[in-house]
């Protein structure tokens, strides 16, 4: 069985991210690791073998930030494709989830070089990755009002 890789993977990976809003401000994290390293975007990371969305966004934004929170909503799907000369660079399908923050006293951790709260115009102008970009854009057009409801993991014991 070929390797796991997230660069030139073998099938898309599942990324999961937090959403995380303080009123008119949105919690980034500037990025440590490629791909993308020294954008900004919303914190987050890959979904483990046997851990629901919901843990997977949770523990990222705690990794990432120290902050704790709540999971509310499916706020978003994206999905990226990099392609190069050799092929399939990276396929990220993309799961971010409305996290309402039990605290916003930030402790970046060293996956990140920086995190801190932005404004939804300042981070517009930001270096955002691409997904983060268009995720702002969503969130000043139509606000909360088209968030999906989380539904736990069905996990079937056999």
Known sequence: MPRYSREYPIHPI?????????????????????????????????????????????????????????????FWVDEIIERDDRGIKYHYVIIDLLVRPLSKDIRPSSDVLDARWFDINEALKAKVTKTTYNLLLHLKKYGLSRTLPYLKATVVER
């Open 14 to 74: 599942i990324g999961v991210g937090a959403v995380v809003l303080d009123g008119n401000k949105i919690l980034l994290v500037k990025r440590g690791n490629e791909p993308y390293k020294g954008y900004w975007a919303i914190p987050g990371g890959i979904q483990r073998v046997n851990e629901s969305l919901k843990d997977a966004a949770l523990r990222e934004l705690e990794e990432e930030t120290g902050i704790k929170g709540v999971v509310e909503a499916i």
